[in-house]
């Protein structure tokens, strides 16, 4: 198990709040568990797998984030101009988005051979 030390000095996390991480780390650790049973993963350095850990659980806590509403601000106001982005359409939050989306950030620190 990573600690939050770790998430936040070496890989640079402010995403995820401390209280938080132990949940995230763990669904993160076990995504990426998941692609080292069915596929040949490599890392290239020691801090590599762990920074696959926090790249996954940031992309996690973004989605649960998403799902509980607190996403992408829809408008704002400062002074006397404002903005409105309720035209932009929401972000895709289904189970393939969100699979390809942990499979992107693990290949960000890990070399994933899934054969041919």
């Given at each position: ?52 850990v926090c790249a996954i659980a940031d992309a996690m806590y973004a989605y649960a984030q998403l799902d509980a509403g ?10 006397s101009v404002s903005e409105n982005r309720a035209a932009v359409p ?27």
């Amino acid at each position: 198990m990573l600690d939050y030390r770790f998430y936040s000095d070496e890989y640079g996390g402010t995403a995820i709040p401390g209280r938080e991480w132990p949940e995230f780390e763990r669904d993160a650790d076990a995504q990426l568990r998941r692609y080292e049973r069915i596929y040949t993963v490599s890392y290239e350095t020691d801090d590599a797998r762990p920074m696959a850990v926090c790249a996954i659980a940031d992309a996690m806590y973004a989605y649960a984030q998403l799902d509980a509403g607190n996403g992408a601000v829809q408008s704002v106001s400062i002074g006397s101009v404002s903005e409105n982005r309720a035209a932009v359409p929401a972000p895709d939050t289904s189970p393939a988005a969100r699979a390809a989306e942990y499979y992107r950030c693990a290949q960000l620190y890990a070399t994933i051979y899934r054969g041919c």
